[in-house]
């Protein structure tokens, strides 16, 4: 009795060994890999925004992409090539104009500060009633109406940080700048393969949910498009409109303004924030008919804003505008100007699956409660009649 319990615990203590040693064994291989991951993630990341914006545009363009194909006569690697140019140029040509733009009209507020030609008027004198600020401010007031130089340098070491904002913003739009264009030409290498590389993300969705994974493929390409004709194409059409309208009336810093309702539409802010005070700019420089018809063109960017943008992006999609919309502005303010497409399909596919979920719910819970029918008994033949007994024949 004795020499089978002892036999007994050296089998508990060796099984115990052996699970030790395998626990060890597990998690060594999985710190390798996490390891692993982890420094890949490091070695790649200074990419990720480069990789995103290109498949982001492959998506984008790629209904272009197939037509542009088809009038080559099928030659893809051409039809590669020639939507690259363009989309080069299309950015390239925006964006130095509107640099140009804002470094001319940088210079003129410069010259005109040197020149003498900034007059401020004289400051009131209610000012001076004001609690608390009330007299240091129609002091600098005053000063800046007689000698505009000597205020600007009295106010230079409170600028100070906002011009170091302005100068980090600049760096930041110079690299975003040179990140999108490497994007654009990394994008023109993914045209050509498109149906394979689709079919490869459709096979590693799979290994994540087999019955959906076609479906969130193609919601995710859907909403891609979806919110670049929505939101992107859209900004871009209110920004020519209203570029061409501060162009054309001679508004100072058209480019600079042209540029602000451009992000103000991307943002989901909106241009009214340059539209109103440019009409009351029209209606104080301009003649009557001239600032009519400038009221009317950016008007209609107001009205592009809010009656086009709504049409495109619900058109084709079975998300709910009010999610896209959120998902475009929680995008913007989470993840920068990336966002705009990532924050919508994040949402759109979560609409899916809490969609899918509740239906799912609804599916069971009337299973669960429905009564079930009785199950049929088998009826059972009539039973043979009994033979009459017959008189005998006399």
């Not at 914006?53 to 080559?72: D, Q």
Request: with cysteine; glycine share 10%.
């Amino acid at each position: 009795m004795g020499k089978a319990r002892v036999i007994e615990d050296q089998r508990e203590a060796s099984g115990r060994r052996r699970l030790n040693a395998t626990l060890i064994d597990l998690i060594i291989r999985l710190g390798a890999l996490v390891a692993l991951a982890y420094w890949s993630f490091l070695l790649v990341r200074p990419f990720v925004t480069i990789v995103t914006w290109s498949a982001i545009l492959a998506v984008a363009l790629y209904p272009i992409f197939e037509w542009v194909a088809n009038r080559l006569g099928g030659r893809r690697r051409l039809a590669a090539v020639v939507i690259t140019l363009i989309g080069l140029l299309f950015v390239i040509g925006p964006a130095t104009w509107l640099g140009l733009g804002v470094i001319d009209g940088l210079r003129g507020l410069a010259d005109r500060l040197e020149t003498g030609g900034v007059w401020v008027p004289p400051p009131p004198e209610t000012l001076r009633n004001w609690p608390f600020v009330g007299q240091s401010a129609y002091d600098f007031w005053e000063l800046a109406s007689t000698n505009m130089r000597s205020a600007l340098e009295q106010a230079l070491p409170q600028l100070k940080p906002y011009g170091e904002i302005a100068l980090d913003a600049t760096k930041n739009a110079g690299a975003g700048l040179f990140k999108f264009l490497v994007s654009v030409i990394i994008a023109g290498f993914l045209f050509a393969p498109g149906p394979a590389l689709v079919r490869a993300v459709k096979t590693a969705v799979t290994r994540i949910d087999s019955r959906r994974a076609e479906h969130f493929v193609d919601l995710t390409g859907s909403t891609i498009r979806t919110v670049s004709r929505g939101v992107i194409g859209v900004s871009l059409l209110q920004a020519a409109v209203g570029g061409l309208g501060l162009q054309l009336a001679g508004a100072p810093g058209a480019s600079l303004l042209t540029l602000c309702i451009l992000v103000l539409a991307i943002v989901q802010i909106g241009p009214l924030l340059v539209v109103v005070p440019s009409i009351l700019w029209a209606w104080t420089e301009m003649q009557t008919l001239p600032a009519l018809l400038f009221t009317c063109c950016m008007l209609t960017v107001t009205l592009i804003d809010n009656v086009l943008k709504p049409i495109v992006i619900a058109r084709g999609l079975t998300t709910p505008l009010l999610v896209i919309i959120a998902g475009v502005i929680g995008g913007v303010l989470v993840h920068g100007i990336i966002g705009l497409f990532v924050g919508p399909v994040v949402l759109a596919v979560a609409w899916e699956l809490l969609s899918a979920w509740a239906g799912d719910g609804k599916a069971g819970a009337f299973v669960r409660t429905a009564p079930q029918a009785p199950e049929p008994r088998a009826i059972e033949p009539p039973a043979a009649a009994e033979p009459v007994a017959r008189a005998p024949e006399r």
